[in-house]
């Protein structure tokens, strides 16, 4: 029993149940949540917590509809009913709206007195309980603060570890070729590297230094093949990361060489414009 | 949502299967300026969003047999159709996505010049929302309203997927708590106004 309960906490805090609401789940992980929350009331609850959560925040970024667009849909359902008439529109009459629910009530005043008193009561109840609710919830929205920053920090390290480890397993790879790209007369002391591996066919590049360029231009990675340039794709440069970049590979690249163009990139390179190049 | 009694969407859902077309016109009522505000945050024109509403209210119709209240609320399902229904657009429009940092910010400041435009009974709520992180409101709006996948949220945000997906669940948490320390106030209302009903009749 207990294990039981440890595991729908556990599957709760997961997060599926979130992209579950946003729809970012496989359809295998679709009818697993759909399982489980015909299993457990608490994963329900949850997700209906959620899915109002996410409801109210898609309310405040409503839109007023054109003026006119409601009537416009509805006469073209109209149209529908009109063309397949009878087919699958069984029920085209219009249906009162709910003020005939309003029949039922046909309490005398004591009853709405009573209700009343009952109401108020509840207010009471509301308030008291509200304010002793709310000093714990407020502990424990600072707690789960402090859970939440961890966790996101940890998760970042854990990202970090990651991309370092890919790196790692490239640089020690026989596989790769590493290609030093030195700075031209233009930057000298600009300096890249390409990662060259013709087995799987896999290319990266890693920006070492490189001077920041001008809002309306980016730089352009270029394959020298058989004597003509190939073009690579533009790339910013990272502000704050040592990854490495794929590019598209390029067979029997004999050089590579960096240029700085307009934004967007050019058909072919700008010659005096190269900050880097090398001979593989 | 709106202030409707909370048994319309068992009305509206009994209305949608049985094939009813007063469905729509209540689903328009109700949700209309929410189903609309998502698909015009995708496609920011109001030609192909128009078109798009009724694209979308033709598939919530001829789907609404399908629709399971014990798989999530209405609201869930009928969002889900309406972002489907532009992503298509988009998808075979080749309409451009906004995939850059740029635009993500021009995607906010749209967000902020419109939440200006909002109408008075939402200005509580909206207060209550805009207290939420800037960067949790930009992941929501992508993946829940704009029917980004994680990976291209990725991409559009330059942050890792791990950092997507722990960014999506603080999001939400961060949102419930925001909601939840507003709920009080909202029940004493909602009872006051309970009574007043009441006496009324």
Redesign the interface.
Known sequence: MSYFRMDIKAYISS?IL??Y????VSDQERQEV?RY??KYPEIRME????????????????????QG??Q???S???E??KSDKGS?????T??QP?SDT?QK?S?SGWL?GL??LL??L??GA??YF?SQA?TL?SDI?TK?QQL?NQ??AC??V??QR??LEQQLNILRDDAYRSILLKGTDKAPDAVAAIYYNEANQKTYLDIRSLPTPASDKQYQLWAIVDGAPVDMGVFDIPVDTVDFVEVPHILHAQAFAVTLEPKGGVESPTLEEMYVIGNT | ??GN?SN?DQ?LTS?LQ?????A??RI??KY???L???I??MVQS?AIA?DL??DA??KI?KNGSSYDP????L??WI??IA?NTALDKIRTEKFQRQQTSESIEQTVSN?VA??EE??IQ?VG??QV?SRLDEKYRVI??L???Q?Y??KEATEALNI????V??????A??????L???CT?PI??VM??L??IE??L?
């Open positions: 997060g979130e992209n609401v946003l729809g970012s759909e929350m015909q997700l209906v917590a959620i899915e109002d959560a996410l409801g109210q925040y898609a309310q405040t970024k409503a839109r007023p509809m054109p667009l409601d416009q849909i509805l073209h359902f109209n529908l009913a699958n529109t069984p029920n085209t219009t249906i709910k309003t009530s309490s709405s209700l009343g109401s108020l509840g207010i509301a308030v509200g709310s919830r929205t789960d939440i966790q996101l998760d970042e854990q990202q990651q991309d | 949502m709106s009694s319309t009305e209305l049985k094939g009813d077309q007063q729509i016109a328009l009522e209309g300026d929410a609309y505000g998502s015009y945050q109001e128009k509403m009724q209210c033709v119709w014990n798989k999530g609320r609201f869930t969002l889900r972002r967000a419109h939440s909002m109408q939402d709520l909206q929302i929501i709006d993946i829940y309203l029917g996948t994680q890792p997927l791990g950092t997906k722990s960014r999506v669940k603080i939400i948490r961060e949102l419930r708590t909601l939840n320390d009080l029940f004493i009872t006051i309970t009574i009441i006496l009749k």
